[in-house]
């Protein structure tokens, strides 16, 4: 059952550090990596060091000044093959995930179709690098503007898209001629590896070993390293808020730029008119997919008062009838939580609903059987609650009823986190209402769709405290090279702008 670790090259022990000869000898402290599907040790990582890290963006610094040197159509005829090897591993990178982070089959193997799509996206973009020219105020002066690859780019993942959201970054950067190092999370390492080795067997072929490279280590040790590194000119980082506030300071610090793409507390606004039938599966499938790791997920839903009882009911109804189980069984419909913490974390949140007078409609419970599993919940909420305000990582959905449309949408935006956003409605000024300037303020705006799921052919990111970043979508290229101002004289004199003079 578990032929696809060997298949990905997965051994029982692995190292924890790639760069442009393979992986290497690490010499950190060994970690033993549990599936939450079982409670089952699947393989151990040798973490990095600090020496490991070092050793590595050294590599990736000098890979870089060739590297940036191809032309980026070649940088894509490269990445083009990285989407066929990933068409290829499809099935065993999927159930990796699916094993390694506890996600239904299907979310596993549709997270490598992302990684796909993007590999596709980039090879576009790879003959699309363009920039603007300008006309000069000055005669016979030309403008134009020109972008030039960034360096080694840090990339931070989180263990929720373990494979999707360095695929996001990382296609898109080494096809503007940087290099990339990778830190996954240490609760989704192995995922990591496999990818790393799928991925890099291809530049290897290429004799472009070291363009990806990956370290896997503590955030005290390596994680640190990597932020306060002024080597990397733009780290992009995936995770908490919490973690995002401190990769932002200690980056900006050193003038240093950052993506972040952090917490979510995303809403649905379910209107009077709305198709209820596709407000329930949008609104499940955002509350409980990825058990409600995403950070996409849908945690608020707001329903006007007409329909409100009803569709609770209907809400309720939909909820129990959920399969929580073994994620890599067809019907299973709500896998594991990634951890033990998270279950604690869960457990914890529901205590504190009560205490603040949340009441539980339904689930609640952790679920008897070996691994991570909880009960999806339903609570119905009031804004007093000062937890629905806060992003808790698993399936608790809060419901609130409203009356006037704009009311609603105050209460969707009156959180800090501003990452997705919906609303269900069949009218068109509602919608309108919702996507004008006085609607959403969140990164992400859906109608007649859930919060979670989105494209890699638009931007994905948030604003306020998820972060501000943008990660994939038609110019996300641009976050991962430096633009550069070029003008040109083809004159014999030397005018000034401005109609500056300065004779000599
Ligand atoms: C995340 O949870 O960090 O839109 C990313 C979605 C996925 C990506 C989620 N395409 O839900």
Redesign the pocket.
Known sequence: MRDFLTRLGIEPTNSGAATTTGFLETSGPERSITSPVDGSPIAAVRLATRDDYEHVVVEAQRVFRGWRMLPAPKRGEIIREVGEALRQHKDDLGRLVTYEVGKVLSEGLGEIQ?SIDMADLAVGMSRQLCGLSMHSERPAHRMYEQWHPLGVVGIIT?F??PN??WAWNAMVATIAGDTTIWKPSLKAPLTAIATHKVCDAVFQRHGWGGVLNLVIGDDADVGEAMIADRRLPLISA?GSTRMGRHVGQVVAGRLGRTLL?LG?NNAVIVHRDADLDLALRGIVFGAC??AG?????TRRVFLHESIAQPFLDRLVRAYQSLSVGDPLEASTLVGPLIDEDAVAMYERALVTITEQGGEILCGGKRVARPGSYVEPTLVRASHEMSIVAEETFAPILYVFTYSDLDEAIALQNSVDQGL?SAIFTDSFRASERFLSHAGSDCG?ANVNIG??????GGA?GGEKDTGGGREAGSDSWKAYMRRQTCTLNGSAELPLAQGVTFDL
């Open positions: 992302e989180a929720n898209f999707a959201v995936t793409e979510g997919g990825t790791q995403r950070c996409t997920s997705s992400i919060t979670s799921g989105a494209e890699i994905f």
